[in-house]
């Protein structure tokens, strides 16, 4: 293992701030909803551009849409989710372009109409969810309906929304109900993670509990006929194999508080380059690479660096990790120091990442090869702790043509009151 330290004349690679944040004009005052009354349904403004709030582009012809300029504006027409509003008696009275998105249906065709003649929306066994809530909405103490997953039936194919209603009464009596559809794209997506998380970690772990226990089973049934030779490498195989589960429970484990935002942070005084030294040393003494692998250079002086010694080392081991079990040829390990913290950039002399893949590198489940060992969640991990220091991370192209792991973080003291 080599490692050069250079002066503080060389100064560390400049990094770029984001852009500064623009203010947009305030939203119009809008006008309040009588007490008890219909929510305001009105703005006599025009659109500027694009999509008017009746779901007809710009641009079409007064003839083309003639109900009362009186429903065409919605009050709920800047929220994200799709809202219709029927009256007591399941006429639609409010109908914003969300729901318009999502049911592929005009506004203009959805106000004054009823609920079923515009939308059927039908639960697991296939019934009227809206006939199947009439009992709700004709009882006085029911106020709200949880959210369900609904199917919407329309001539382009079934699809499925979440939805929620809420009931507005006033001493008892129905006013208006309120309904709530959303989207199942987002909601899928979380699903499909958690499914691939279950099946990664299913998958890593038949492995070496498959041979802890052909091994130790063995040695039970069979532990005179072995030398002790034998008997050394079969428990050095269990040891690792252990080892190999532990760091998977480890993993699955900071994926769960970084997705919760449970990740706690012990933060104190770090010698960043002890650390990268006591990790490279630790790779040796592992077998996991041998002293020529690796050189470590070192440039500037580094300022206090207040941090969590074990989450930053955490780090370190993930991009040392991933150039041994992905690169090639020597790894380049480097600290640049500077008056506003610390930059480390991680290089191997392997393919690179590809183009492509550069936006997906920091994702869950990414991995360098179609066939590459690990779970593909060691970069997912680095980036979430190197953000909870505040710093950012990146890949790129090193000069020996491998991948470069650049992070930088903040300098920073303890604050004593």
């Not at 969810?129 to 609904?150: F, I, K, N």
């Not at 005179?224 to 195989?237: A, C, V, W, Y």
């Not at 040796?284 to 690796?294: L, V």
């Not at 779970?375 to 470069?404: F, M, P, Q």
Request: charge should be negative; include cysteine; charged fraction near 25%.
């Amino acid at each position: 293992m080599t490692r050069t330290v250079t002066s503080a004349a060389e100064p560390p690679p400049a990094t770029t701030g984001p852009p500064p944040a623009t203010t947009g004009a305030a939203p119009a005052d809008r006008p309040e909803a009588p007490a008890g009354g219909r929510p305001p349904a009105l703005r006599e403004e025009p659109p500027e551009s694009g999509l008017d709030r009746t779901g007809i582009t710009e641009g079409a012809s007064a003839a083309e849409h003639s109900e009362p300029e009186a429903i065409v504006w919605s009050e709920y027409d800047d929220l994200p989710d799709g809202v219709l509003v029927a009256d007591p008696g399941g006429v639609i009275v409010g109908f914003n372009l969300a729901a318009a998105r999502l049911l592929r249906v005009e506004v203009a065709e959805a106000i004054g109409r009823p609920v079923n003649d515009v939308v059927q929306l039908l639960d697991e066994r296939g019934n009227d969810w809206w006939e199947c809530s009439r009992p709700g909405r004709e009882m006085a103490a029911v106020t709200r309906q949880p959210e369900r997953r609904l199917t919407v039936v329309g001539p382009d194919g079934e699809r499925d929304l979440n939805v929620t209603a809420r009931y507005v009464r006033e001493g008892g009596k129905l006013l208006r109900v309120t309904v709530c559809l959303r989207d199942t794209v987002s909601r899928e997506r979380i699903e499909r993670n958690r499914a691939d998380l279950v099946s990664t970690v299913a998958h890593e772990l038949r492995s070496p509990l498959t041979s802890v226990k052909g091994f130790t089973a063995t040695l039970l049934a069979k532990w005179e006929r072995f030398s002790d030779e034998q008997k050394k490498l079969m428990l050095t195989t269990v040891n690792t194999d252990a080892d190999r589960v532990t760091r998977l429970l480890a993993e699955v484990l900071d994926v769960s508080r970084i997705d919760s935002g449970r990740i706690q942070m012990h933060r104190q005084i770090v010698d960043l380059e002890g650390v990268l030294q006591r990790v490279l040393e630790g790779k040796i003494a592992a077998g996991e690479a041998t002293p020529d692998r690796f050189v470590s250079v070192s440039h500037g002086e580094l300022p206090d660096m207040w941090m969590d010694p074990d989450k930053i080392e955490q780090v370190l081991h993930n991009l040392i990790d991933n150039a041994l079990r992905h690169g090639a040829g020597t790894v380049r390990v480097a600290v640049h120091g500077g008056p506003e913290g610390a930059i480390v950039t991680v290089a191997d002399e392997g393919g690179g990442v590809p183009d492509a893949a550069v936006t997906r590198v920091f994702t869950k489940f990414w991995r360098g090869a179609p066939r590459g060992n690990g779970t593909g969640l060691g970069l997912y991990i680095a980036k979430a702790l190197v953000e909870a220091h505040g710093g950012t991370i990146s890949v790129g192209r090193a000069d020996g043509g491998g991948a470069e792991f650049r992070f930088a973080v903040p300098a920073g003291a303890p604050t004593f009151s």
